[in-house]
């Protein structure tokens, strides 16, 4: 399989570097909101790669961070070193600590992940929890002349590391002569970046240091837990097009800095969704949540089906009709299958199956996701077309590719196909819940019956008293 690496800019051949073993690091969300719709391509996108991944036989380890502190407002516009903490900041606007902030959104992103049927990472290490590992990386950049301690705060020395700028192409000449960022009093170039900073009396999260009370800095959290729990060198490292520069430039130049290693063999990044023209933020507060997706009746396979409709490389303008085109793609997958399922006769030709080719041809080719999507499309269109005309074709082998490119696009099946009034009143009955008008959602639970439809309302695991476990919960 080939993917593009952002390091080369070049489409290369992918070869893990232990054969048959991929060790793949994804960053993850910053938890002090809800996550929108384009910070879920980002995880649907790593997503893809893992599922392509394993289904060719690798065995993947992937590592997705919970970042809990050190993300600042301005970490997108300088380099880590000024602005509040995200989280504090809405933690003062709840009126909650930073851990009730970062613990309810962090759920909330596990919640999103599983509607979005996105396989768990096999661990989720959030930054909080492995600051003397951080401590112990910073101390080795200063040994090793890679970082520097001023009034507390200490910052990367970026002309210290000569390969700085080979990710992003920003090396330090194009820096000189760019835009000036906002110094700090204490930085040696404007360039440099934060690795840990003094924490002011105000500041709620602050941990001892060799160099006084303080919090890490933003890229510190990645360097650090990478190197934890994939080792010196990872096969593929992916994000957010906003995180070429700075984030995963200081990534690199801390944990070479390091080792002395290589720091990710590949780096691949989703280029970003757009609403009207626009870059989707919470900042700009155009954004979409999947909430804000399940409520006007679309099911979160909808939107994943949306995704896979561009390339993860180019980047993709939200409109409803675009979910709609999705979603209508989506019935006719979840429609065949079912009819697959009824009919599974094995004695005609396996001809049917021929787009699986194609299908798998195009996944390999750097996730051409788009160009799979109309090979299934068109596979659909002739199994219908087969069905109908009373023709008899090998069913078990045409369940078995559309099961197959479930997998691989991570569509979850839904056995009944609701029609979309259906969906439009669970919808309404989702939000009375959520507002506790119990008498409109029982009324609607009504409605919904009468069309057929049974809906049972499920416990989550955070709801039940405390000793309850999901062994209980489960029957066991
Ligand atoms: P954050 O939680 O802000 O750290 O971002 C989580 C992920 O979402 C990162 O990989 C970002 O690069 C990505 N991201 C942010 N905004 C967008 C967008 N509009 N479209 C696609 N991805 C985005
Ligand atoms: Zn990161």
Not at 246 to 263: D, R, V
Not at 358 to 377: G, Q, V
């Amino acid at each position: 399989m080939r993917f593009h690496n952002t390091l080369t800019k070049k489409k290369e051949e992918f070869e893990p570097l232990h054969p048959g073993k991929v060790g793949m690091y994804v960053c993850g969300p910053t938890v002090y909101d809800y996550a929108h719709i384009g910070n879920l391509r980002a995880y649907v996108f790593s997503d893809t790669i893992r599922r392509l991944l394993e289904h060719d036989g690798y065995e993947v380890r992937l590592i997705k961070n919970i970042t809990d502190v050190g993300h600042l407002t301005e970490d997108d516009l300088a380099q880590g070193d000024s602005g509040e903490d995200k989280i504090e900041r809405r933690a003062a606007v709840e009126k909650k600590s930073p851990e009730e902030i970062a613990r309810f959104y962090e759920d909330a992103f596990h919640h999103d992940e599983d509607a979005l049927n996105i396989i768990p990472a096999q661990f989720f290490p959030r930054a909080t929890a492995h600051i003397p590992l951080m401590i112990r990386m910073i101390e080795t950049l200063i040994a090793r002349g890679h970082a520097y301690e001023v009034n507390g705060n200490v910052f990367y020395d970026v002309t210290s590391f000569p390969n700085y700028g080979k990710l992003s192409g920003n090396t330090l000449e194009k820096l000189k002569t760019g835009a000036r960022l906002e110094e700090h009093p204490d930085k040696r170039n404007p360039w440099d970046f934060a690795l840990w900073l003094h924490a002011p009396k105000e500041h709620l999260m602050k941990w001892l240091s060799p160099w006084g009370e303080g919090y890490p800095g933003w890229h510190i959290e990645c360097s650090a837990m990478s190197l934890e729990y994939l080792g010196d060198t990872l096969d593929i490292h992916t994000g957010g097009e906003d995180h070429i520069f700075p984030h995963h430039e200081a990534e690199i130049a801390q944990s070479e800095g390091t080792t002395g290693k290589p720091f990710a063999r590949f780096f691949m990044h989703e280029r970003h969704i757009q609403v009207d023209g626009e870059k989707m933020s919470k900042s700009k507060g155009n954004f979409y949540t999947l909430a804000d997706i399940t409520a006007k009746g679309f099911s979160p396979m909808d939107l994943r089906l949306l995704y896979l409709s561009a390339h993860y490389g180019s980047q993709m303008n939200f409109t409803w009709d675009s979910l709609s085109q999705a979603s209508k793609n989506r019935k006719t997958f979840f429609s065949l299958y079912e009819r697959l399922s009824e009919n599974k006769e094995t004695t005609g030709s396996d001809s049917t199956i021929e787009p699986r080719k194609a299908f798998l041809e195009a996944m390999r080719d750097d996730l051409n996701t788009p160009l799979a999507l109309s090979a299934l499309l068109g596979f659909a269109k002739k199994i219908n077309a087969t069905i109908d005309a009373g023709e008899t074709f090998d069913a078990h082998a045409a369940l078995g590719f559309l099961d197959e490119a479930f997998r691989l696009f991570g569509l979850r099946f839904e056995t009944k196909i609701v029609s979309d009034d259906v969906q439009r009143l669970i919808a309404r009955r989702e939000e009375a819940r959520k507002a506790k008008d119990f008498v409109l959602s029982d009324k609607l639970r009504d409605e919904i019956a009468a069309l057929g439809v049974s809906v049972k309302d499920s416990v989550s695991v955070k709801d039940l008293p405390a000793g309850f476990t999901a062994r209980k919960k489960m029957g066991a």
